[in-house]
């Protein structure tokens, strides 16, 4: 039998973000987007079956055989958590780990920008932190409560499936609530919630109906709510939620919408070319009137624009969050460009910076030389 807490020690020590179990094949960690072939033998269905049996006990395991899918967390010696996925594949159990970091990291280590911070001061309403699977949305989510935590005495509950980053109370109350075992599912822990005398509620995933009219709820009646969904922008985020609902309650939505979003932040990770990791580069859409305007009459086309041309606000496009990585060192050319939404368009912007980094100074008259 593989010993599945030795893969994970493995996998902290080398680094690693994710560890993936397949039956016929070798475990594999991902480090840094690539993946590597772990040195051992390859995995049997019965070694994926006795890692779920381990890790979740006989109650859940038969869950998971009703089910065919599983999430949970685990921990190792050493205070590491996970994340984990138990599925099947080709009638086959298969296992996917996320690494979940210790320590919530602060908003500028994480190199995001300047107004997210500000966003933690928001006395109500709906901010979202979007991204594909991987893209550190979470991540970005507990520094957010990290930094609300060390400056205002609130009380904080997080609805998460499962509880990712372990956030110790310093001057807030927090309440980490898990999906499956501390509450069945997300609305049910948000319909409680809502009577817990919360100030700030923080939502793992907008993924239903049923959840999203419920954040959307308690955001409209003077909480500040976080949640994130799956989406890789703001017009792609406001119409998602749009199109949860049927056709009938749109418009109604629209208005909700309008009144109660603060922000949107999309985020993506890019290899970091200066050290070992990674960084996010993000899209930041700002509620202004006019954001709302476009919201609540269904112009979602427009608001493109409207963070091109509210860069003194604090939004930015991103391609706008790219360069801004590149220049920093960050990042790599090439990877920027091919990544950014318009390649032709980033290339001469990275080159018409860099003739303006290379031009002569003036020297101003009288002054030494």
């Known amino acids: ?11 902290i020590e080398n680094r690693a973000s994710d560890v993936h179990i397949n039956v016929g094949m070798p475990p594999v960690f991902r480090r840094d987007t690539e993946l590597i072939d772990m040195d051992a033998a390859p995995v049997t269905d019965q070694d994926a079956r006795g890692m779920v049996l381990a890790m979740v006990g006989p109650e859940k395991m038969k869950k998971f055989d009703e089910h065919r899918d599983l999430d949970f967390s685990t921990e190792i010696t050493g205070g590491h958590r996970f994340r984990v996925n138990a599925h099947y594949q080709r009638d086959t159990v298969a296992i996917s780990f996320r690494v979940i970091p210790n320590q919530v990291h ?14 933690t001061d928001l006395p109500r309403g709906l901010v979202l932190v979007t991204g594909h699977t991987g893209s550190g949305k979470s991540t970005s989510l507990a520094a957010m409560i990290g930094l609300i935590n060390s400056r205002y005495s609130k009380r904080i509950i997080t609805l998460e499936d499962p509880v990712e980053y372990l956030i110790e109370n310093d001057r807030c109350m927090i ?37 999203t009219s419920f954040t959307i709820t308690a955001a409209e009646t003077g909480h500040l709510v976080f949640s994130t969904l799956h989406t890789i922008n ?35 990770l890019f290899r970091r070319i200066d050290e ?63 990544r950014s939404s318009n390649p032709g368009k980033m290339e001469k912007m990275l080159v018409n910076a860099g003739k303006m980094d290379n031009a002569p100074q003036l020297v101003k008259a009288g002054a030494d030389r």
Do not use: W
């Open 175 to 211: 309440e980490q609530r898990e999906i499956g075992s501390d509450c069945p599912n997300f609305a049910s822990g948000l319909r409680h919630a809502l009577r817990q005398d919360p100030d700030i509620i923080m939502v793992g995933e907008m993924r239903d109906l049923e959840t």
């Open 1 to 11: 039998m593989i010993d599945i807490k030795s893969i994970l020690a493995l996998a």
């Open 234 to 268: 703001a017009p792609q985020s406001i119409e998602r939620i749009v199109d949860i609902y049927p056709a009938g309650q749109q418009n109604q939505i629209r208005t909700m919408l309008a009144n109660t979003l603060q922000a949107v932040i999309s985020q993506t």
């Open 276 to 338: 070992p990791g990674m960084v996010p580069c993000t899209e930041i859409l700002l509620c202004t009137s006019a954001t709302r305007n476009c919201i609540r009459e269904n112009r979602i086309y427009e608001i493109p624009n409207i963070i091109e041309t509210s860069r003194r606000l604090g939004m930015q496009t991103m391609d706008n969050g790219i360069a801004e990585m590149y220049f920093k060192g960050f990042i790599d050319r090439d990877e920027a460009i091919v």
């Open 106 to 119: 602060n908003i500028d280590d994480l190199h995001l920008p300047p107004i997210v911070k500000e966003l």
